[in-house]
Structure formats: structure tokens, C-alpha cells
């Protein structure tokens, strides 16, 4: 053999003894990698932070328009009560009366008989 082919194929044997990387060793080897990761990691929590927030503060919205609406609906509630009252009140049935062309009884006949009645069910 050749003393160049001896040479490359010390060259190219791999060295019995390979020492274990110590965490420091592989930190300090490796530092760019996890400053990438790291700033990975920030920005995926800030940007999930961010959809939260925005999510409540739609959510948010969302309630005070139904409270407004849930509010306004009570009102009409309230202001259609004010109607059907009225409209049941004395005054206005007694108005009524005249509009439809009722009249007044002069003397109710009641009718009594000896017996109790009785109805058919269906």
C-alpha cells in the first residue's frame, strides 16, 4: 500500500473514543436553534392570546346588544300591558257598549226548575 491510501484511511476511520456532549456543550453549540424555537414558542402564545382576547371582546358585544335588546322588548311588553288594560277598563267597555249597538236589559227573567240539570259529556 501506498502511504497516501494509509493516510486516507486514517482519515476517513472513525475514532474510537467520542466523548458524550455535556447539556452546556449542546446549549452552547446549539444556541441559535433555540433562540428560533423560543421565539416560535412566544409568538404562538402571543397570537392565541390575542384570538382570545378579540373572541371575548366580541362575546362581549354580542351580550350588551342582547341585554339592549332584551331591554327594549320589556318596554314594548310593558307598553302593550298598558294597552290591554285599558282596553278592559270599565270606561272603555262602557264606550263600547254604545259603539256596538247594545242595549240595556230592563228586567232579567231567571228561569228555576225543580229538578238539577244535567249535561252530556262528548
Known amino acids: 500500500m501506498s502511504a497516501t491510501s494509509i493516510s486516507q484511511a486514517t482519515l476517513h476511520a472513525p475514532s474510537a473514543i467520542q466523548r458524550k456532549k455535556t447539556p452546556s456543550q449542546w446549549v452552547s453549540e446549539h444556541n441559535f436553534l433555540l433562540n428560533l424555537v423560543t421565539l416560535g414558542l412566544v409568538i404562538m402564545i402571543v397570537v392565541s392570546y390575542i384570538l382570545q382576547v378579540t373572541g371575548t371582546v366580541a362575546k362581549g ?40 249597538g247594545l242595549v240595556r236589559a230592563e228586567q232579567p227573567t231567571y228561569i228555576q226548575s225543580g229538578e238539577p240539570s244535567y249535561a252530556m259529556a262528548k
Open 61 to 100: 358585544y354580542e351580550l350588551r346588544d342582547l341585554e339592549v335588546e332584551i331591554h327594549q322588548l320589556t318596554l314594548e311588553n310593558e307598553r302593550m300591558e298598558v294597552i290591554a288594560r285599558q282596553s278592559q277598563s270599565l270606561e272603555h267597555v262602557a264606550k263600547s257598549v254604545k259603539m256596538l
